[in-house]
């Protein structure tokens, strides 16, 4: 034997675990039932919606079929299309309901479009969200004012 140290009882022994393929093909562990559970993977998009410009308040939803986590990325970027200073703009605000959530990331940033002559904010915001089975998940994007106009794009991640 090359290796013995390989194949002692500690590093053989899988406490009744086995290996085997989920349903759909993906690699996975047994836990002494039939049931395949997945080994956690590359996260997989869900769904995505997006547009440019859009007046007034923006709401998408998402309803679970089944229990499930993902990784929410939230960008709205608010803007005039007059030269209004940047410095008057206040950035979109962001809000997520239904299920457990937990914030991973807030950024805000300003700047100015040169070609359009006036200024705009953004905010891009990650959560983690675990949804039961039935649960609905609800994005808002609400800009600061009704003549302000935003572009979106919000992505669900599967894990």
């Given amino acids: 034997m090359l290796?013995?140290?390989l194949y002692n009882e500690k590093n053989s022994n899988l406490d009744?675990?086995?290996?085997?393929?989920?349903?759909?093909?993906?690699?996975?562990?047994k836990d002494?039932?039939?049931?395949?559970?997945?080994?956690?993977?590359?996260p997989v998009l869900l769904q995505n919606w997006n547009n440019t410009l859009v007046s007034g308040t923006?709401?998408?939803?998402?309803?679970?079929?089944?229990?499930?986590s993902l990784i929410v990325s939230?960008?709205?970027v608010t803007g005039n299309d007059t030269?209004?200073?940047v410095i008057l703009y206040v950035a979109p605000i962001i809000s997520i309901s239904g299920g457990t959530i937990t914030s991973l990331s807030e950024k805000n940033a300003g700047g100015y479009n040169t070609n359009l002559k006036c200024g705009g904010i953004g905010a891009?915001?990650?959560?983690?969200?675990?949804l039961k089975a039935g649960n609905t998940l609800t994005i808002t994007i609400k800009p600061y004012g009704s003549q302000f106009q935003t572009g979106y794009d919000i992505s669900l991640f599967k894990l």
């Fill in 3 to 5: 290796f013995p140290f």
């Fill in 16 to 29: 009744g675990n086995r290996f085997g393929h989920t349903a759909d093909g993906r690699p996975g562990w």
């Fill in 32 to 42: 002494g039932a039939d049931t395949v559970h997945p080994f956690m993977g590359e």
């Fill in 58 to 68: 923006i709401t998408q939803s998402y309803t679970a079929s089944a229990d499930i």
């Fill in 74 to 76: 939230v960008m709205a």
């Fill in 83 to 85: 030269a209004t200073p």
């Fill in 124 to 130: 891009h915001k990650v959560y983690l969200v675990r």
